[in-house]
């Protein structure tokens, strides 16, 4: 099988992977292929957090030109999986000089699936984009055409908590990666200055209280299929509920906008973190030690300054190192920008620095060790192999 994912998240997804009993398991470029059983399967899609899509792998073949691609397609037996009333749809990547366009891709499978389908039944199954019973996923990668079933059916980062969201939110699955990077695992406070609708604080939460991330979400795209081994799905269920666990500490979020706030709460309450989480509204800038824990991990997703004049953006992230200084003693402090300028006005020295994307924007992970008194901290330190 196959976990997608997005960049430079490869390697914790391949310890999730192996956490969850996956072998093979191997790093790929924005994924980690993996083997494994049925329950493999339904545990990866119910507890990776940093996984978009589990995928399953039916079909590999060479392919230079849209005839290869009909013909190779249309040879395969797709009547294993679909029937005239199995409705199906096909999402398509590419990355090759052979083929420009993902949609063509698409289009020239669909046709050769349908065209089979017709031979042996008589008659053809419809497509679905928006709620299939069979998701299908083709990868073309230079020569080689993969096309795997889609198991998870919508993506994984749809946790089923999020009813509203604010301006520019970042990813649940880019969030839950970004935590993990950082080294925290629930043994120390954890705090967003800067929530927004509160992303960071309910991934935080899940993994603090070991809450599989996709226990919210009502359906995947295996429970359709023909296998779908319902007993199965609720022993794991079970299981992972029996490994939640208690937290000690805090998880706390703040943010200027009273509006983010009350998106945040009603996320957080239908995320039933209601109680696991506080969240109050104040600019970081604001913020006094005595509001804060007591040191921990603090990860900030400031204004990219994409709406604010470079003027104004200076001075927005030259108050946030002020107000990092003079407050946050005992934090190791995270904060996500692609603005490179504007991160030289935190004024701090960095003492990590990733390279992640927020959707198609390069940013800058940088980490800063807000020390209390020496340059040992008690708290988590970062870990990973990513470098700048």
Known sequence: MTAKTVFALEPVLANELLAIGAEDVKVLNRAVSFTGTKETMYRANLELRTALRILKPILTFTVR????LYTQTNRFAWDTYLTPSTTFAIDSFIHSEHFNHANFVALKVKDAIVDKLRTVYGERPNVDIDNPDLRLNVHISDEQCTISLDSSGNSLHKRGYRIGQGLAPINEVLAAGMILLTGWDGRSNFVDPMCG???????????AYNIAPGVKISEFGFMRWSDWDETLWKRIVADAKAREREFAHTIMGFDESAEAIATAKDNIKNADLGWKILVQTSKLQDLTAEMLPDGGVAIINPPYGERMNSEDTAQLYTAIGDALKQNFDGFSVWIISSN???LKHIGLKTSRKLLLYNGSLECKFHNYQMYRGSKKSKYNQPQGTISE
């Open 65 to 68: 030109d849209e005839k290869e």
């Open 340 to 342: 490179k300028e504007a």
């Open 197 to 207: 609708s509160g992303t960071f604080l309910m991934e935080a939460a899940t993994i």
